[in-house]
């Protein structure tokens, strides 16, 4: 019988060994002076080995490509859909400064429709807004 112990390895050790990644080793220069310029510095006055640093780091950190935001947030068509909902007067500025007060019936990818009270229905198209707001937010303004 012999005096050798038996190693067993748990498996978390065995994943921890996995998951370390040794970093490639620089070749270690040789003391003997041959690469070596005056002064006792590297030839390249060390460029070089910093140029080996920056690779060895941008290896070991992985790189993520970034995703774009998405083109559309759909925040306009939630607003839409809430003010529609609500029956809210609305006040839509135009491009030439016209304002029209009314509720909005329904809205597409490039008009309004707009309700009034005292004038015809409009159909407005969404590149000649300027803005819009509610119109409580007018009369609050007027009063204060």
Known sequence: MSNRKLIRTTLAEVKGKERIVPQPRERERSNNGSHRGPGGGDRD??????????????????????????????????????????????????????????????YDRGALKVNRKSAPNLLLLKRNVKYMFKAEDRVAEATE
């Open 45 to 106: 006055g060390g460029r070089d080995s910093g140029r080996e640093n920056a690779r060895a780091q941008q290896s070991s950190v992985q790189v993520r490509k970034r995703t774009p935001p998405p083109m559309e947030t759909n925040a306009e068509l939630f607003y839409y859909k809430k003010q529609i909902d609500a029956h809210t007067p609305m006040v839509i500025v135009l491009l030439d400064g016209e304002e029209i007060e009314g509720t909005i019936e329904w």
